[in-house]
Every structure is written in C-alpha cells, then in structure tokens.
C-alpha cells in the first residue's frame, strides 16, 4: 500500500464498483448507493486499499451515467447525497479509501450549463462548450470523428451553428479554453472534496483540451489506419487536434493545486491516446505536480503472452522516468480478461488466478473490476437486452459494453443471484450464478481465494508494491523479472503457454538460495524449484524469495 511517505495511492490496490450492477435494495433492478454501501465489507475482504465508483450523478443515462446533468447530485436511480456521504463513512470505517469518477471532458446536453448556452450566440455561457459555424457548404468544421461513429459536430437549429461531441450527441465537449469552464470544473471536484472522497478517477482526461484553430487531423499511415477501425472509422485518423493538446497541463496543474489543499488525496486519469499513450502518461504524471498516477488500455487487449506484457512495461518503464502506473486487465469498457485470454481446452479459474497473481507482481498500482475476484466470464447477450449504445449502434459486428456490466452476483440460490429482487436493468447469466460469492466463500481452490491470498501476499512484501522491476531473459512464453525494494528481492516467473515450461535459472542467482513465497491456496503458484531450473506448469507461475 503507501511507501510511508503518505502516499498511500503509490502500489495501493483499486476496487472498481459499477454502481448500476453492484446491489439493487429497491427492487427496480439497478444498483443504488444503499447496495454498494451494504457489500463493502466484502470488498474489505479481498485486501484492497481503495474503492473506485463509476458515475452516479444526476443523468439522462444516454450513456450509462457519462453524460452528466448535474455535477454536485446523486441520480434519483442511485439514491440521495445523504447516501453517498453513509457510502463515505463506511468506507472509511473498513479502511478503505473512496475514488469517484470525474466526467468533466464533456457534460449532458441536458445539463443546465449546455441548455443556456445554446439558446444564444451571446449569452453568459456562449462559449461555455464548442461551437462553431458550418463551412460554406454547411458541412461541419473540420475533418473530426466521434468515438461513437460519424462526424464530432452536431448541428443545432437554434445557435445556427455545430457543437463538438468526442462522443454521443448528447455529451457536448465543454470548452477549457474558457477560464470560467475550468473555474466551473474544479469547483465541483471541490465538491466532492469536502464530502470526504479521496481521490478521482479522471475520465478522458487527455480529451480535455481541442485545438484552438479546429486544425483537421491527419491520417494515419497507410499501414496501421483502420486496424482498430471495427467499430468507426475513429482509428483512421491521428488525433492530433482533438485531444492530448499541450494546454491539457495546465489545468491539471490547477487541478493538482487543488488536491494538494486537501491531505491526502489522489488522481487518476484514463489515458486513451492510440500511438502515444505512454509518452501522454509520462507528461501527465511527471514533475510531481499533475497527476499521481494514469492508466492505459495497454493491457486490456486481447494480446496475451510474455512478450506484449513485457513490451508494454518496459516501454512504460523506459518512457515515464518519475511518474506512476495503474495497471488493469479488465474495466466497464472491454470484455472481461478471463474471456479474452482464455484458450480453448483451457480451465478459465486457471487463468484467473494466474491474471491476479500477475498483476499483483507488476510494479505500480493495480485496478480490479468487480466480479473478476469470481472468475466471471463475458455475459453472451442478445440483442434485445442491450443497454449500451455503442452495442446497439454497431450490432452484430460489435456487441458492445454490457458483456462484462451485468449484475455482481451474490448468492446462487437467490433469485437474479442475490443482486435484485426485480427484472435486472441486464440479465443475470445462469453460469455467473454458479460462481457468485457465497459459493466461493470458504472454498481453499476458488478464485475468490486466490484472490484473497494473493492481494495478501501482495501486501506483505514491500518489493511488490513499491520496488524495481527487471526483466531477465527467457526463452518460449515465459515471463521473468525482479522485484527489489531495499533488503527484500523477489523472482517472478510466468508461463502464459497452454504447455508446461522449464525456465533455466541465470548464472547471478543460480547459487543463490531461492525461497517459495508460501500462498495458501494450492495451484495459484504452480510453479516448482528443481535444482538449477524453474518447472512450470501450463499458465503457471512461481514466486520465490532470493536469498
């Protein structure tokens, strides 16, 4: 957790809540506040340090709470502020920190703010989101793509003029080129502040800032463009307009400033940046007065083997000299890891425990998704149950984001598992049922388990919270480094094959006494010292303690 130096963010362990899916108590078939404060003690229980709730402000829900109306309430579907403040007061009462999402990119076009400013040309808030006028053809601005198919620009009747939109129409982009904007922004975070919350996870945050003169971006080279291009042609262009613009540090320096009025408390942001993802993270993160950490989607993609992880942490550790990572393997926005990396013939709890063992020996602050502590697998869904627009808009070819938001599911024999006593806003699967929680309590070879011991073990040894990594040489699809914080130097190996392994120790640490570090749940560390070489087992692993 913290270095002792009040850092308690820096290696901590984050708990991802999606509100909607956590614990109805009303019976309308969505999570409420009320729900997620009455499952927190199982949170507690996996060992994290941090609890992290996507959005629950006041919403039109066009896209599941990230198209905000108001940024100082609770949406009546969540319940009250009174709620929140009982949700802060037993997080804190189990140890555990609290961090809220921040969608301050771009808001509702329901919120108050968008309402008045397009009502005129020369109002108060005119200026307060992005407008221009069409070109003479009336076609919009410039050559910018929403993230949700077609064009950036939506023409309003009223205004005569396009607004910008990164993502649905009805999330307008707010213009942080106008001071009283960002003024606006950072007073809601104030907040939030003073109701107790201990940090933000920073939605978008490169997204922040549009290029002033609306420069059309370029294409991608020929060679990579349209290779994520599945769902829109979003990935046909280099972003070099409409987001990660230089103006970006400057407000979160403000924001930074803002933090540090307040002790101990913590940003991060979600980086989405293509190409440039970790040189963005290193310029987010950098110089101690931005943010404390950021996170990619580096790591929740389908590649799965020793040489992209590998890649990834080294051009991490390369790029970003005194910033700070949050790796993840699963989120409200990707299928669910144990889907994506699972080979066919394989057993998914196996790779669920050999995931969290790995991420537990990554050097930065890690962030689980809820219900990957029970091995969930993606939800296969039909097309009448979809919620997401994004699945909607693009079916069959995407099925959007509700395969991995479907319900927590907490008790096997209770109807819709135990998460709501009405139709959930999702289904419930009846193979997640037969994993829920009070299954796997008690049970020595469950995920659940291994996820308990591992965070545990974690826990225990400063040199995988806060240490160095670094890599060794090793040959096949297996994964090898060293964790090393003053006295203590941890060896980490993998095997991601489907196929045993033996992994031949390297001349510095053969005559050096290697200890197995004891886990309590056997197959988690599978792996095996046998004189001078490592035996592993298919997706198995071996921790172990040098001298």
């Not at 956590?22 to 499952?39: A, E, N, P, V, W």
């Not at 009462?93 to 329901?110: A, C, E, M, P, T």
């Not at 205004?159 to 213009?175: I, V």
């Not at 225990?460 to 130097?489: N, Y």
Request: glycine share 10%; aromatic share 10%; proline share 5%.
């Amino acid at each position: 957790m913290a270095d002792g130096n009040g850092e308690w963010w820096r290696g901590c362990v984050i708990y991802q809540v999606y509100p909607r899916s956590f614990q109805d108590t009303t019976g309308d078939g969505s999570g409420d506040l009320k729900g997620i404060t009455s499952r927190l003690a199982h949170v507690a229980s996996l060992g994290v340090d941090a609890v992290w709730l996507s959005p629950f402000f006041k919403s039109p829900m066009a896209d599941m709470g990230y198209d905000v109306s108001d940024y100082r309430d609770v949406d009546p579907m969540f319940g009250m502020l009174e709620d929140f403040d009982a949700l802060v007061a037993e997080a804190h009462r189990l140890g555990l920190k609290l961090i809220i999402d921040q969608v301050i990119s771009h808001s509702s076009d329901k919120h108050e703010w968008f309402v008045e400013g397009r009502a005129s040309r020369d109002n108060a808030k005119a200026d307060w989101y992005v407008w221009a006028d069409a070109k003479p053809d009336g076609s919009a601005p410039n050559n910018w793509l929403s993230l949700f198919g077609g064009p950036a620009w939506e023409w309003d009747a009223t205004r005569r003029q396009y607004y910008m939109h990164n993502f649905l129409a009805a999330q307008p982009d707010l213009n942080f080129h106008t001071p009283q904007v960002q003024d606006a922004l950072l007073d809601t975070v104030r907040f939030w502040l003073e109701r107790g919350v201990d940090g933000f996870r920073l939605d978008t945050v490169n997204y922040y800032v549009h290029d002033r003169w609306l420069r059309d971006n370029p294409p991608l080279a020929s060679s990579v463009a349209g290779t994520n291009a599945a769902t829109t042609t979003y990935a046909f262009q280099e972003h070099l307009f409409d987001k990660t613009r230089p103006e970006n540090l400057d407000f979160l320096k403000r924001l930074r400033a803002l933090l540090d009025e307040y002790p101990d408390r913590a940003a991060v942001g979600e980086v989405g940046d293509e190409e440039r993802s970790l040189q963005t993270l290193a310029a987010y993160t950098s110089g101690g007065d931005k943010l404390q950490m950021c996170y990619t989607f580096d790591l929740l993609g389908p590649q799965f083997s020793a040489a992209h992880l590998r890649g990834c942490v080294e051009a991490f550790e390369n790029a970003v000299a005194d910033g700070w990572v949050c790796w993840a393997f699963s989120n409200h926005d990707v299928m669910r890891h144990v889907s994506r990396w699972t080979r066919p013939g394989e057993n998914p709890d196996a790779v669920a425990k050999f995931a969290i063992a790995l991420l537990s020996c990554l050097r930065g602050s890690i962030c689980l998704y809820q219900g990957e502590e029970l091995g969930l697998e993606e939800a296969e869904l039909a097309y009448e149950d979809l919620r997401d627009p994004l699945g909607i808009r693009f079916w069959p070819g995407v099925k959007g984001r509700d395969g991995c938001r479907t319900p927590m599911v907490w008790e096997a024999g209770s109807e819709n598992g135990g998460f709501s006593t009405g139709k959930p806003w999702l289904p419930v699967p009846q193979a997640h049922r037969s994993r829920a929680v009070d299954v796997q309590n008690g049970s020595d070879g469950s995920v659940l388990a291994a996820y308990r011991s591992i965070l545990a073990l974690r826990k225990r040894h400063p040199a995988l919270t806060g240490g160095s990594i670094r890599f060794l040489e090793a040959e096949g699809d297996v994964l090898a480094f060293i964790r090393q914080h003053e006295g203590e130097k941890l060896l980490c190996v993998f095997n991601f094959a489907g196929e045993p392994a033996s992994w031949t120790l390297p001349a510095e640490i053969r005559d050096v006494e290697i200890t197995a570090l004891a886990v309590d749940v056997a197959g988690v560390l599978g792996g095996v010292l046998e004189e001078i070489a490592l035996a592993l087992p298919p997706v198995g692993c071996f921790v172990g303690r040098i001298g």
